[in-house]
């Protein structure tokens, strides 16, 4: 079984902290991604990452950045945590190939800013 | 950009019953893929099924199938038999299949199961 999992399951962080998120898959996917899931709002990405050391920019990246150093993890930072940051956060993974694979997603992180 | 709409944020059903949970996107492209995506309470997020927009069959998996209708950019999810454990949220998502299989999902639908 593929696994994806995420350091925290519930995270409160001081407004100006600087916040790491970090999330590890078993399974050598070469694709990984960073959403965050607001009510209302479904699932939006934030960043992903096909390969060590590549990430491009989702649909929401202000006020985050990311880090993948090795293929099994994939890091999400938030430089200067503010409120509007609470959320949930999900990672997920997925193979390479030329028919979108099945992502699988990390129990994900609830977030709370104050 | 791509857009997927889910126009049902709660629906109900009672167990054994049979529910549809719709779903509608806009796209420019012709080549494409569509999912449903399951997030039981406090579990993770799972795939329930997938189509590709080459295909003309429906897909189907065991009591979950879809209606895809490419002309009219509709994909919904039927539920036949519901159980208990179909209580979750459901997410309708799009992939074009190129630029790491970026998944844009829609808002979901809470959907309860009723005894």
């Known amino acids: 079984d593929v696994k994806v999992t995420q350091s925290s399951r519930y995270l409160v962080k001081r407004t100006g902290e600087k916040v790491f998120l970090e999330c590890v898959q078993d399974?050598?996917?070469?694709?990984m991604f960073w959403y965050r899931q607001d009510p209302g709002l479904g699932l939006r990405l934030i960043y992903f990452?096909?390969?060590?050391?590549?990430?491009e920019k989702g649909d929401i990246p202000e006020g985050y950045s990311v880090s993948r150093e090795k293929k099994e993890r994939f890091s999400l930072i938030l430089e200067s945590a503010s409120t509007n940051q609470t959320s949930m956060y999900l990672c997920?993974?997925?193979?390479?190939?030329?028919?979108?694979?099945?992502?699988?997603f990390g129990p994900g992180t609830r977030l709370t800013v104050t | 950009a791509q857009t997927v709409t889910q126009s049902q944020p709660e629906m109900s059903v009672q167990e054994a019953e049979t529910v549809t949970l719709s779903c509608t996107y806009d796209?420019?492209?012709?080549?494409?893929?569509l999912f449903w995506y399951k997030q039981p309470p406090s579990r993770q997020m799972i795939l329930v099924i997938r189509?590709?927009?080459?295909?003309?069959q429906n897909a189907t998996e065991n009591r979950f199938s879809v209606n895809f209708q490419k002309a009219a950019k509709s994909f919904s999810l039927k539920i036949s038999d519901s159980q208990l454990g179909d209580a979750a949220m459901y997410f309708c998502?799009?992939?074009f299949g190129r630029g790491g299989n970026k998944l844009t999902f829609g808002t979901g639908t809470q959907l309860k199961v009723e005894l």
């Open positions: 399974m050598d996917h070469e694709n």
């Open positions: 990452s096909y390969d060590v050391k590549m990430k």
């Open positions: 796209t420019s492209e012709s080549d494409y893929y």
């Open positions: 997920a993974s997925s193979l390479t190939s030329g028919i979108p694979s099945e992502q699988y």
């Open positions: 998502a799009f992939s």
């Open positions: 189509q590709e927009a080459y295909k003309q």
